[in-house]
């Protein structure tokens, strides 16, 4: 029999309502005044709706934020503020947070840790029963249980509206789940059910042993073999090659899509999706159906890789677009070829396994083409725009072009992963997962309800750039995702880990807080939005779990004292960088004294190459690009104290020689240093190995003041190395070696 339950709660409203004026009026102002007037009031708003009203600078100052940026995020999140907003807009802001859960009968997700139970809210007309179920992704259903928990009603809309609170059960299995509420009156109502690991808990996770690996810009490493970019194949021998030498994965930058048209973004950090992958980084060559081309075929792809070839190796940076018009020719020709039955097959079943998500991004990609824009006129701004379904049947073709470059781009990533761990790597690929997407990219075009409007995620001013960073990513709305079940949020987890073994999360304090920048405002006249992050984290391990991941959070910048105590508990490493491991004086932390929970680095790609760094070239482009606040002297000397500071440490712990070590003793006494550290992972840099000078990114610019992710691998004298030189490089044998008999 089912059981159902009734809610009682009769006579309790007036008290309610009588609480509800006391809020509104203990800030007692002109509502027609402007918001700003009642500040507390405002603030009191954004608290509660995961708002910073202030913050602590990298200086250790707090900074309050200002009524504008307020008015304007919390008008981003969904409520009926703006700069012109009077204090009784903000009051009935107020009531609207206050009424929002108790408009639904059940949280739109609910994500529990496996275990531990979970206690929900169900709202319903006072006095109705309800009955809950929960709903297995086996198909297993149950009754959630009611929890003798005593809430009084509110009156929502002149109706008085109960909460009971129900309890999912502690042995509900980790996985995706539904729970759905059966309301007297007929009303149903359901909401995705999320259980989690308390941990991740690998077997890596849990030995004694430490591992070390290679962390490297695939772009930029290229081989004889390359269309003037590395690409999925250079991807296999590099992981080939740095598991002989003993490491146990490699580490590269995001490869997540990137328009389809020139100019391509050159930041692997601004992908039009983080789902879908750039298919950039195919080798024509490799394609299985190359082989049964005709002659002529294959002759007409021979002569674009040559002539790509040829370009690339007269200029000092790598050209995307050379490289991707080439390429997309090459693959025209081969996608045109017949495919055998089980290869059609496959290429079927992956387009069927994509759905909805794959189809949008191919059509976006159609679209872009064809209007060779970014910016889609009005009428195909949107995935719902009214002519869209029109243009997926006139554009058939090219969006089945756009699907099969995808597909073929994961079965060569997936090949690369198959390629690292029969040599031998433990963990692999580690992919790396961009903290956002472009704000007309195929994300946003296919999914707008998702994102913040007229929002963009930056950081405050920090040690990286002292004015502070707009990164022009929109920002997903925590509303909306929790809306949706995290779907986008697990989706876009998975595509990371199909074909890695492990992830390594840019800017995982996005998990917590992202700095959101009102369109038309300065860096510094943004503030932090706080984020569910035990939903989000909690989404995050479950899917490393069942792909048997390592997650490693790039945790580094301004982080509240808590949130590295909650990595670690969770099972996520945390990433310490030796030039920001300070302790007293600002001298280097001792090895003994980092987290053991982490990844540890000399360096990271916002830092130029080791060699770079202690030459001084980071000081000299701040410089002259005008990035630099400090007189450049003052710079100069707090550089030199930095290195002579670095330089006693390693001398103290016995990892250089000599009064005055060479340059490149320096380097590997940098790297004998974090051998030393306790750290689960440590990661050498490729360029650090190859004696390279040049950074790959300068923080704060753009592509006229820096050429940002475009240099390819080269050494101490400028001179490119490619992946055939490798093995057989001195500096990289020599630094190499020294982890392999350091690290265990």
Sequence with gaps: MTRRWRLCHSGRTHKLNVSLAHNVESFPVDIHSPASDNIDLLRHV???????????????????????????????????????????DVEHAMRLTEEREWRRTLPPTVVAREGGGYLFPVHVPDGSWV?????????????CQQVDR???????????????????????????HRLVATVEGGHVESATLIVVPNALSLPILESSRRAWGVNAQLYSTRSSSSWGIGDAADLADLAA??????????????????????????????????RWVNPIYIRPESIEEFASLPQASREAIEQ???????????????????????????????????????????????????????????????????????????????SSSPRVELERLELADRVDFWEWCQWIASEQLAHAQDVAREVGMEIGIMADLAVGVHGHGSEKWSRPELFASGMSVGAPPDVYSQQGQNWSQPPWSPRSLAECGYTPLRDMVRAALANAGAVRIDHILGMFRLWWIPEGCVATEGTYVYYDHEAMMGIILLEAQRAGAVVIGEDLGVVEPWV????????????SVVWFEKEGGGWPLRPEHYRDRALAAVNIHDLPPTLGYIRGIQTTLRSELGLLT????????????????????????????????????MVEGLYRYVAKVPSKLVVASLVDAVGDVRPQNMPGTGADQYPNWCVPLCDSDGEEVFIEDLPSNERLTSLFSLLRGSVN
């Excluded at 710079?635 to 500071?645: F, G, I, P, S, T």
Aim: charged fraction near 25%; aromatic fraction near 10%.
């Design 131 to 143: 009955n809950v179920q929960w709903v297995l992704e086996d198909g297993r259903k149950g009754q």
């Design 150 to 176: 005593y809430v009084p009603p509110r009156l929502i809309d002149g109706q008085l509206v109960g909460r009971a609170t129900f309890d999912v059960p502690h042995w509900v299995p980790i996985g995706w």
């Design 241 to 274: 090659v740095c598991a002989d030498k003993g490491a146990d994965f490699l580490l590269i930058n995001p490869v997540h899509a990137s328009q389809p048209v020139s100019p391509l973004e050159t930041s692997p950090y601004l992908p039009v999706s983080r």
């Design 630 to 665: 400090d007189d450049i002297e003052t710079v100069r000397a707090a550089d030199r104290l930095e290195l002579d500071q670095v330089a006693a440490r390693l001398h103290e712990y016995g990892c250089i020689d000599g009064a005055e070590p060479s340059e490149r003793g």
């Design 564 to 575: 590295r105590d909650y990595l670690r508990d969770r099972g996520v490493l945390g990433t």
């Design 46 to 88: 954004a608290d509660m709706n995961g708002v910073a009203t202030g913050f602590w600078d990298w200086y250790g100052n707090w900074v309050g934020v200002g009524a504008p940026t307020l008015l304007k995020v919390l008008g981003a999140l969904g409520l009926p503020l703006n700069e012109s907003s009077t204090v009784g």
């Design 304 to 382: 674009l890789r040559d002539v790509t070839r040829e370009f690339a190796s007269r200029e000092d940076l790598i050209d995307r677009d050379r490289a991707w018009e080439a390429k997309r020719k090459a693959l025209e020709i081969i996608f045109a070829a017949p495919r055998t039955y089980h290869r059609q097959s496959q290429f079927d079943h992956f387009v069927e396994n994509g759905g909805s998500e794959l189809s949008n991004y191919a059509l976006w990609c159609a679209l872009v083409e064809r209007e060779d824009t970014l910016e889609l006129p009005e009428d195909l701004e949107r």
